[in-house]
């Protein structure tokens, strides 16, 4: 990992892989492709702009799924931190809406 302010710019989930770290998959990932939230992402680089995602369910002959390279915009950010954040603000919104109701 970079540093703890940003998650990996290039990170997969296949242990065989360089690119693959255990603590920042534990930690957790979000990754939003081309404006849509992707929570079925197998690698990705996000200075490249690509992510690579499952075939369906297609695999090779070791088992392994067969992926596509998907490219265009690719923001990331650590679920830990990003989620709690604007779940809680979006909860306020709705029960400061609800009051004035």
Request: glycine share 20%; net charge negative; with cysteine.
């Given at each position: 990992m970079a540093d703890d302010n940003s998650p990996p710019d290039r990170l997969s989930n296949n242990?065989?892989?360089p690119h693959f770290?255990?603590?920042a998959l534990q930690r957790g990932v979000g990754i939003r492709f081309k404006g849509r939230e992707r929570d079925d992402v197998e690698e990705y680089?996000?200075?490249e702009g690509w992510i690579r995602v499952a075939a369906g369910?297609?695999?090779d002959r070791h088992g392994v799924p067969v992926t596509v390279k998907l490219s265009?915009?690719?923001?990331t950010w650590w679920?830990?931190?990003g989620e709690?954040?604007?779940e809680a603000a979006e909860?306020?919104?709705a029960g400061e809406a609800g009051q004035d109701a």
């Open positions: 242990p065989r892989s770290d255990m603590g680089c996000a200075s369910r297609a695999v265009g915009e690719v923001e679920r830990d931190a709690g954040g604007e909860e306020g919104e």
